[in-house]
T-cell receptor
Framework: NAGVTQTPKFQVLKTGQSMTLQCAQD?????MYWYRQDPGMGLRLIYY???????DKGEVPNGYNVSRLNKREFSLRLESAAPSQTSVYFC????????????FGEGSRLTVL | GQQVMQIPQYQHVQEGEDFTTYCNSS?????IQWYKQRPGGHPVFLIQ?????EVKKQKRLTFQFGEAKKNSSLHITATQTTDVGTYFC??????????FGKGTSLLVTP
């Protein structure tokens, strides 16, 4: 039972570099989410996709783009990384629209120097 | 926009003591969820509350949803070292996605 799989688990970037975080779920869920977690800040929503073909901004979307490639996959792209984007990123999925339990991936720890 | 406030930010207890974390929303919630995150891990769903005044129990954990659906609490009776972690509430208002509180980090010493 893979659940939600994120890659990479760790990444170090230099300021201005770009990268894409990949997320895939095998639970046939419609909704997928990207959160970032910073010390003392809890989990903040970056973008979400309520269903295949749709994406919407969350609380902190600036500096990020997303792609819902298909029902399984939802990627997060940093076009020009900044030190303020140093964080732990979590992908999550939900099968019950926006009202159900979130299943989280194990997280991707990103450091921007 | 909707804000979910959670207190306390940290709690340090001796094993066997009780623990409570509180969650308050600025707006009425349609439902509230609770998650636990172990150190170095990812958030794991504990429970969802939907009805006004709802109380649910999971072994030593008791969850409550306020009558006005603006507040919630998680109470752990007789804490154990396995309860260590950060507990998050997450509320859903009129919008699509959940809004997480900042969490309460629980440390239990034997």
């Amino acid at each position: 039972n893979a659940g939600v799989t994120q890659t990479p688990k760790f990444q170090v970037l230099k300021t201005g570099q770009s990268m894409t975080l990949q997320c895939a779920q095998d639970m046939n869920h419609n909704s997928m989410y990207w959160y970032r977690q910073d010390p003392g800040m809890g989990l903040r929503l970056i973008y979400y996709s309520a269903s295949e073909g749709t994406t919407d901004k969350g609380e902190v979307p600036n500096g990020y783009n997303v792609s819902r490639l298909n029902k399984r996959e939802f990627s997060l792209r940093l076009e020009s990384a900044a030190p303020s984007q140093t964080s732990v990123y979590f992908c999550a999925s939900s099968g019950a629209g926006g009202t159900g339990e979130l299943f989280f991936g194990e997280g991707s720890r990103l450091t921007v120097l | 926009g909707q804000q979910v406030m959670q207190i306390p930010q940290y709690q340090h207890v001796q094993e066997g003591e009780d623990f409570t974390t509180y969650c308050n929303s600025s707006t009425t919630l349609s439902n509230i969820q609770w998650y636990k995150q172990r150190p170095g891990g990812h958030p794991v769903f504990l429970i969802q509350l939907v009805k006004s005044g709802e109380v649910k129990k999971q072994k030593r954990l008791t969850f409550q949803f306020g009558e006005a659906k603006k507040n919630s609490s998680l109470h752990i009776t007789a804490t154990q070292t396995t309860d260590v972690g950060t507990y998050f509430c997450a509320g859903q208002g009129s919008g699509y996605a959940l809004n997480f509180g900042k969490g309460t980090s629980l440390l239990v010493t034997p």
